[in-house]
């Protein structure tokens, strides 16, 4: 089996901005990705996580049951965001699902309507 690199900040990014009318702006010092002025994604700190948006209902139950790879900082505990642990996610494909959700829950109906979910594949 073919080694595979592990996921960092750069993949966030070519993620983020492969999604529609997704801009990149830095804010607090670090990458930030909006569509239609609202944020859905960032990377924060030293590049080994991510913060996404979450209703904070579905967050807790992130959290338990994935509490190694998913995690709220106690400055961000009463906001609608979750991050996550680039080298627990299981691969890109993850990755992918867990910025367009966030993309989708930020992006206009309209514009969210029109990324079709991506056919997964076989999964080995």
Not at 6 to 34: G, M, Y
Not at 46 to 62: H, M, N
Request: net charge negative; glycine share 4%.
């Amino acid at each position: 089996m073919k080694a595979v690199p592990p996921l960092d900040a750069d993949d966030v990014r070519r993620i983020a901005l492969s999604l529609p009318q997704t801009v990149e702006k830095e804010l607090w010092n670090h990458p930030t990705f909006h569509v239609a002025g609202r944020m859905f994604v960032t990377v924060p700190d030293d590049g080994t996580s991510f913060a996404v948006r979450c209703p904070r209902i579905d967050r807790y139950e992130l959290i338990a049951s994935e509490p190694d790879k998913f995690w709220v900082p106690p400055h961000e505990a009463n906001s609608s965001w979750v991050r996550a642990r680039l080298a627990a996610l299981d691969d890109v494909d993850e990755l992918r699902d867990i910025v367009v959700d966030s993309w989708r829950q930020a992006a206009p109906a309209e514009l969210a309507d029109l990324l079709l979910p991506t056919d997964p594949g076989p999964r080995g």
